[in-house]
């Protein structure tokens, strides 16, 4: 399960942090990842990071979104500095993993949170 909170509203050019809490499964999370949905459009992948720490950022918020995460915590973080508007949509965390089931067959699975919405006013 995923935990996500952090969201509000803030005016442009000011910072808010997410979290995304995990549970249950975690000792199989490979790559955690924030995406985004705004009003009227499609979903779209904002930034991720791997377990060994690598992380991709959407062109968009480079320079300005940092995330990270506490893998003892099972949490992970984004940063959002200097906000625009255009970064108002609704936040979602999702998880990669993959695990061997019973018969030992590899098993991979995506999970999402639910999701906390970021408003920035201009």
């Known amino acids: 399960q995923l935990q996500a909170s952090g969201g509000g509203s803030v005016h442009s050019g000011g910072s808010l942090r997410l979290s995304c809490a995990a549970s249950?499964?975690?000792?199989?999370?490979?790559?955690m990842t924030w995406y985004r949905q705004a009003p009227g459009k499609e979903r779209e992948l904002v930034a991720s990071?791997?377990?060994?720490?690598?992380?991709n950022y959407v062109d968009s918020v480079k320079g300005r979104f940092t995330i990270a995460r506490d893998n003892a915590k099972s949490t992970m973080y984004l940063q959002m500095n200097n906000l625009k508007h255009e970064d108002t949509a609704v936040y979602y965390c999702?998880?990669?993993?993959?695990?061997?089931?019973?018969?030992?067959?590899?098993?991979?699975?995506?999970?999402w949170g639910q999701g906390t919405q970021v408003t920035v006013s201009s």
């Open positions: 999702s998880v990669d993993g993959g695990y061997y089931n019973g018969r030992g067959e590899p098993v991979r699975y995506r999970d």
């Open positions: 249950g499964r975690i000792s199989s999370i490979d790559t």
């Open positions: 990071v791997t377990k060994g720490g690598t992380t």
